[in-house]
């Protein structure tokens, strides 16, 4: 409705992330692959409002997996956007990794 991006139709999440390679340029809901090394992955969007890159780091000496987010502003609406959405994302981002992190001890 205010033109900011929205991810693809996630019905068949298994088979979307089934067939995802993780290579450069290749999308997965929201987040477009823009780089990637033995270590990192860097995921992200550009819209008309916002551009935002998440960067997933791995440690493997340390066993660590960081996780770092940037966001350019664009316009007035890209501020907008964010001064409602970074409270929630405080709490909505640790409760999904730690959801993430209980499905990857599973196995």
Request: aromatic share 6%; with cysteine.
């Amino acid at each position: 409705m205010i033109g900011l991006k929205i991810g693809n139709d996630a019905s068949n999440k298994g088979k979307l992330i089934t067939n995802f390679k993780c290579e450069i340029g290749e999308q997965l809901a929201l987040f477009k692959v823009f780089d990637k090394n033995e270590h990192e992955v860097i995921l992200g969007e550009d819209d008309k409002h916002l551009n935002f890159r998440v960067s997933l780091f791995l440690d493997s000496q340390n066993n660590t997996l960081a996780i770092s987010t940037v966001v350019k502003v664009n316009n007035w609406m890209g501020r907008l956007y964010l001064l409602h959405v970074i409270p929630l994302h405080k709490i909505i981002v640790p409760t999904m990794v730690t959801g993430m992190v209980r499905q990857l001890q599973k196995g």
